[in-house]
C-alpha cells in the first residue's frame, strides 16, 4: 500500500466521501461567516471585551450541553439529530444576512445570534463525530477521524484567506449569504443517505444514562488525563485566537487580510497534522505525541503574543495549528479508542464539553485580560498556565500507557465478537 493509500483509506466508503466532500463545502461556509462576524464585531465595538464576550456566547452552550449532546447522540438516530442541527444552522445564516443587508444589526444581535448557534453546535459537533463510524469499517476509524479533521482545517484555510479578500472587497454581508448556501447540500446528502443507523435502546433515564458517561470517563485515567488537558488547552491555550483581529489590526498592523491569512497559516499547520495523524494505523503512542505537542504550543503561543514581526507570527500559527490538531483529533481518536461503543456518544460528548465548552471561558476572560492589560500579556499569562499543564500530563503518560493498552484490546476483541454474531 502507498503513503497515499495509506492516508486515503477511509475514502474507499462511498458514504465516508461524500460526507468528507460536502462537509468540506459546509465548513468552508462556516469559517467565511466566523471571520465575516469577528471582523464585523471589531467593526462596530473595536472592543477586545466584547470580541471576547462574542466568543464565550457561541460556544457557551457547549459547556453546559455538550454531556447531554452525547446522550442524544446514544439515544436518537444521529442522522436525525444532524439535519436538525443543520437546519437551525442554515435558520441562523439567514436572520444573520436579513439583518445585515437591512442596516439594522447592532452587537447584541450578533451576541444573541452567536448563542443560538452555539446551541445548535453543541449537538451538532457529537453527532457529527459518532455519525464516522456508521459510515466506515473500525478498522478505518482512526484514519477516518482523521481524514475528518484535515478536511475542517482545510476549510480554515480556505474560508478565512476567501473571507479576507471578501470583507476588504464587499463588506461582510456576502460571506453571510455564502455561508447560508454551504449548508444546503450537506442537508441533501443527509436526507438521501441510506445506511444502517446505530442501535437504539431504551433506557431507564437520562439522568441514569449521563451519569453512566461522566463515571466511565472518571474512573478511567487516561480518558481523563486527556480531557483535563484538553480543557486547559481550551481555557488557556486556544482562547488566544479570539484576539486575532486586534493581533492583525493593531500589532502587526495587516487589517482584514491580514486577519484572513493568519488564521489560514494555522490552517496549514492543522492539515498537516491531521494527514499526520491519518498515515498512523495505530493509536498506540498517540499520547507521547500529544504531550510533546503540548508543551512545543505552549511555548509558540507565548512567543506569538509578544511578536511584531508578521511571518514570525505567521509561521509560529502554522506550528501552533499542527500541534493543535494532534492534540485535539489525537485525543478524540484515543478516547473513541478506549470507549465501548454504547458509551461513544457520551465519552465524545465529554470531549466536546472540555473542547469547545470550556472555550468560552477562555475567550472571556482573554478579553477581559486584554481589556485591563493588553493583548500580548493577556494571550502570554494563558500560555503560561497552559505549559504547565502540559509538562504535568507529559509526566504522567508513562503510567498511563498499560491502562490505554488494555482498553484499546479489550475493545477491539468486544468489536470482532460483534462482527463474528452479525455474520
Not at 321 to 350: E, H, K, W, Y
Not at 364 to 385: D, K, R
Request: charged share 15%.
Amino acid at each position: 500500500m502507498s503513503i497515499i493509500d495509506n492516508i486515503t483509506r477511509a475514502f474507499k466508503h462511498k458514504d465516508y466521501r461524500n460526507f468528507f466532500f460536502w462537509q468540506f463545502l459546509s465548513f468552508t461556509g462556516t469559517w467565511l461567516q466566523g471571520t465575516a462576524q469577528s471582523w464585523l464585531v471589531y467593526r462596530l465595538t473595536g472592543s477586545a471585551l466584547f470580541l471576547g464576550l462574542v466568543s464565550f456566547a457561541s460556544s457557551l452552550p457547549a459547556l453546559i450541553l455538550a454531556p447531554i449532546s452525547g446522550v442524544t447522540a446514544d439515544r436518537f438516530k444521529r442522522r436525525d439529530v444532524l439535519l436538525t442541527t443543520q437546519i437551525l444552522c442554515v435558520i441562523q445564516g439567514i436572520i444573520l444576512s436579513a439583518l445585515f443587508f437591512s442596516g439594522h444589526i447592532n452587537k447584541w444581535h450578533i451576541l444573541i445570534l452567536a448563542i443560538f448557534l452555539g446551541i445548535a453546535n453543541s449537538f451538532d459537533v457529537t453527532a457529527r463525530q459518532t455519525f464516522i463510524p456508521l459510515l466506515v469499517k473500525k478498522d478505518d476509524l482512526i484514519n477516518a477521524i482523521a481524514l475528518n479533521s484535515s478536511m475542517f482545517n482545510a476549510a480554515r484555510i480556505i474560508g478565512p484567506a476567501i473571507a479576507g479578500i471578501l470583507i476588504s472587497k464587499y463588506g461582510e454581508g456576502i460571506c453571510f449569504i455564502l455561508n447560508v448556501f454551504s449548508y444546503l447540500p450537506f442537508i441533501c446528502f443527509l436526507i438521501f443517505i441510506k445506511l444502517k443507523e446505530q442501535e437504539v435502546k431504551e433506557f431507564k433515564s437520562s439522568f441514569s444514562h449521563l451519569k453512566e458517561g461522566f463515571s466511565f470517563a472518571w474512573n478511567t485515567l487516561p480518558i481523563k488525563n486527556l480531557l483535563l488537558l484538553l480543557g486547559t488547552y481550551s481555557l488557556c491555550g486556544m482562547s488566544f485566537t479570539t484576539l486575532m483581529p486586534i493581533f492583525s489590526d493593531q500589532i502587526l498592523h495587516k487589517g482584514a487580510k491580514g486577519l484572513g491569512i493568519l488564521m489560514g497559516a494555522s490552517g496549514i499547520g492543522a492539515v498537516v497534522g491531521a494527514l499526520f495523524l491519518a498515515s498512523r494505523q495505530k493509536v498506540l503512542g498517540i499520547k507521547k505525541i500529544i504531550a510533546l505537542c503540548s508543551i512545543i504550543s505552549s511555548i509558540c503561543i507565548f512567543i506569538f503574543a509578544f511578536s511584531k514581526l508578521y511571518f514570525l507570527s505567521i509561521s509560529l500559527l502554522v506550528i501552533i495549528g499542527f500541534c493543535s490538531i494532534i492534540i485535539i483529533s489525537g485525543s478524540n481518536t484515543a478516547m473513541q479508542a478506549m470507549s465501548p461503543d454504547r458509551l461513544r456518544g457520551r465519552i465524545v460528548g465529554l470531549f466536546s464539553m472540555m473542547f469547545l465548552g470550556i472555550f468560552p471561558l477562555g475567550s472571556l476572560a482573554v478579553g477581559y485580560l486584554a481589556h485591563i492589560f493588553n493583548a500580548p500579556t493577556a494571550v502570554s499569562i494563558g500560555a503560561s498556565i497552559y505549559f504547565l499543564m502540559a509538562i504535568y500530563f507529559s509526566m504522567k503518560v508513562p503510567g498511563l500507557t498499560k491502562q490505554a493498552k488494555e482498553l484499546i484490546c479489550s475493545q477491539e476483541k468486544a468489536s470482532i465478537v460483534i462482527e463474528e454474531q452479525i455474520r
